[in-house]
């Protein structure tokens, strides 16, 4: 079927174009991805680029003419159809050509190219793509890469690394740190246990650096292969938010707009200073520079005791880093059940580690050698450290997102957003940690809080194109997000806590699996832990996980699938759970509840 080209329309305001000079002429061969013309609008000269293959057949618009946005400048014959017919059609004036689909450009080779105008078919505002995200991380690549995979134009804008936050600052370096402070807490206090013995132990802190670092990058790299492969295009930039369907990009090279049916809003979040108290990168870090300090500390002080703080604790001690912890709230990891909390700071102390919990940071100030904190509270006092890591939250990354007359609404410094992920604008659309969500006030879900975790933005993300694109209307169950916590012992739960679900009078049933108990977290010598389960008395609907021990990261997806499929606690215990395994305390837990556990 003959592909007509039309003219673009490459911003709001534009109503017309002209056609400065055409790189092929008729009866050239054009393939999908080349640029066939450069255009020129009020605002610059562009070029286009052809998104079918096939024959030059007629153009339409000669070099120097005028033409109506949607109008046609050529057209291209793709199949058996004959140039030299379509070419008297358009001659004639009798054309006909329905414009095709509206559809992806083929795949291209390496690397993906820059954006730029296109001659797509015809469709209503004729954007140059349907999808244009903001932001690279786990929330805007799942989108991009969804939206390739349903065929979609799509542009995704990133001002720094694909993947984000989580890939390159977050979920995965941490771990890989985490890990490896495992290795040598393991080797340090257990290895005669083990009948291991050494002579001297030396930690190259550097190298430990730069293996994180080296597996961020591998996989941000595995994000450009899958753009290639689903045929996202991506470019380097800050993406500003001009109003509905404009985003304007800027890059090291230049300044230029671009314009989508449909705008995804996925800038991520940054760690959020404490009052009066500035980052200076140095002394005074977030998360960034404490993954990548140049030198071990001698000491650290952490503010902040939820995830990111605590794995920080816990990395930093097993290198043998002095570490204190100063928390305001009643517990370290305060969002958790409390006799998670309260067993985590039982093996902190046992470590050595100074956990000042109910304890206020008053002052931060820097000194020639470091860091001096002054503390109120339960564990008041002054602390001197080399450096001091503020982890006390997050804040939306909307620095230069929106241009002076964007409308896009903001609450508490976040882009508002209900749970369909549609913002106050139509087609504007915002996921992950950039988002402060909005229940209707019947759905009691407290007002704002958006869950901050990488498996949340990509869902959101994911679930928001495929609402675009009309294939599935899928929503979150914000009740019951999964959430971890790499410490060691780790942490993992989901839904209710205990003192939440007796706050709603609901009659429990509540099993508790202690690991001492468990074969394979003593043949692992990792007896500290549990499994903890919340049931509804009645209907034995599952209402609270909440687990802390050895791999219970990953077991924690056994009960999200349990929760999504309604088991009960009597289909818990009645799966069968391979022996030895932890998964194994999840079913003796549930027996606990149930007044039938084997084990206990
Ligand atoms: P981000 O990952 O922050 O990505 C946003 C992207 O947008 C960034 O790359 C940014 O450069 C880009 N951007 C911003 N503004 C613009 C603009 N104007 N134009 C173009 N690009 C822009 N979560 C977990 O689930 N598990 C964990 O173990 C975990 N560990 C963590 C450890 C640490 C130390 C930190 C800091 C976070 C951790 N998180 C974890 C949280 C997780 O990283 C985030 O929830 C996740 O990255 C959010 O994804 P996002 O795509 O919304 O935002």
Not at 208 to 214: G, H, Q
Not at 396 to 404: E, F, H, K, V, Y
Not at 459 to 484: F, Q, T
Request: proline share 6%.
């Amino acid at each position: 079927m003959p592909v007509e080209i039309t003219m673009p329309q490459l911003s709001d305001t534009m109503t017309e174009g002209t056609v400065v000079k055409w790189h092929k002429k008729e009866g050239d061969k054009i393939n999908s991805g080349e640029e066939v013309a450069d255009i020129e609008t009020d605002k610059a000269t562009m070029p286009m680029e052809a998104f079918d293959a096939g024959t030059l057949a007629v153009i339409v618009a000669r070099e120097g003419q005028k033409v109506k946005v949607g109008q046609v400048i050529g057209v291209i014959a793709t199949g058996s159809e004959k140039p030299d017919e379509i070419k008297k059609k358009y001659a004639s004036g009798t054309a006909t050509a329905a414009p095709k689909p509206v559809e992806a450009p083929p795949s291209k080779p390496a690397p993906a190219p820059a954006a730029k105008p296109s001659s797509a078919p015809a469709k209503p505002g004729n954007y140059q793509f349907d999808i244009v995200v903001i932001g690279g991380g786990p929330a805007g690549y799942a989108a991009a890469i969804r939206a390739g995979q349903l065929k979609k134009r799509v542009l995704c804008i990133e001002k720094e690394s694909l993947g984000g936050t989580c890939l390159n600052w977050g979920c995965i370096p941490t771990k890989a740190l985490l890990d490896d402070g495992a290795f040598i807490r393991k080797l340090r206090l257990h290895a005669a246990e083990h009948g291991v013995s050494y002579k001297d132990l030396s930690i190259d802190f550097p190298k430990l650096i730069s293996r994180s670092r080296a597996i961020a990058d591998k996989l941000s790299k595995g994000i450009e292969h899958l753009f290639r492969k689903y045929e996202v295009k991506h470019e380097i930039g800050a993406g500003q938010l001009l109003g509905p369907h404009r985003v304007k990009i800027t890059s090291a090279q230049n300044t230029r707009e671009v314009t989508a049916d449909h705008i995804i809003i996925a800038t991520g979040a940054k760690a959020t200073p404490l009052p009066g108290v500035a980052f200076d990168g140095k002394k005074i870090i977030t998360s960034r520079e404490a993954m990548n300090l140049p030198r071990q500390p001698k000491k650290i002080a952490i503010i902040g005791a939820g995830a990111i703080g605590c794995e920080f604790a816990d990395f930093y001690n097993a290198v043998g880093t002095e570490v204190v912890v100063v928390e305001m709230l009643d517990h370290l990891l305060p969002n958790e059940d409390d006799d998670v909390s309260v067993l985590l700071e039982r093996v902190f102390a046992k470590r050595e580690i100074d956990v000042r919990v109910k304890t206020k940071t008053d002052k931060v100030e820097t000194t020639p050698g470091g860091v001096k904190l002054t503390l109120s509270g339960a564990k008041p006092g002054v602390v001197e450290a080399d450096v001091v890591l503020v982890a006390i939250g997050v804040s939306a990354n909307t620095d230069g997102l929106l241009g002076s007359n964007s409308g896009l609404e903001i609450f508490k410094g976040r882009i508002k957003a209900d749970p369909q992920y549609q913002t106050n604008l139509p087609n504007i659309w915002a996921v992950g940690d950039c988002v402060s969500l909005h229940w209707p006030p019947q759905e009691g879900m407290g007002g704002y809080r958006h869950p901050d975790l990488a498996h949340v933005a990509h869902h959101e993300a994911v679930n928001c194109v495929e609402r675009i694109a009309g294939v599935s209307d899928h929503l979150i169950d914000y009740k019951s997000i999964p959430g971890c916590t790499y410490t060691h012992p780790q942490v993992a739960s989901m839904g209710m806590s205990e003192r939440k679900a007796r706050e709603l009078n609901r009659k429990l049933k509540v099993g508790k699996f202690p690991f001492s108990a468990s074969g394979r977290a003593l043949a692992m010598g990792e007896p500290d832990g549990f499994v903890k389960l919340i049931f509804d008395a009645q209907y034995g609907e599952l209402l609270g996980v909440h687990m802390i021990g050895e791999n219970v990261t990953d077991i924690l997806a056994e009960l999200v699938v349990a929760k999504k499929l309604e088991a009960t606690e009597a289909e818990i215990i009645e799966a069968i759970h391979p022996h030895p395994t932890f998964s194994e305390a999840i079913m003796e837990a549930a027996g606990v509840a149930d007044g039938r556990a084997i084990h206990l």
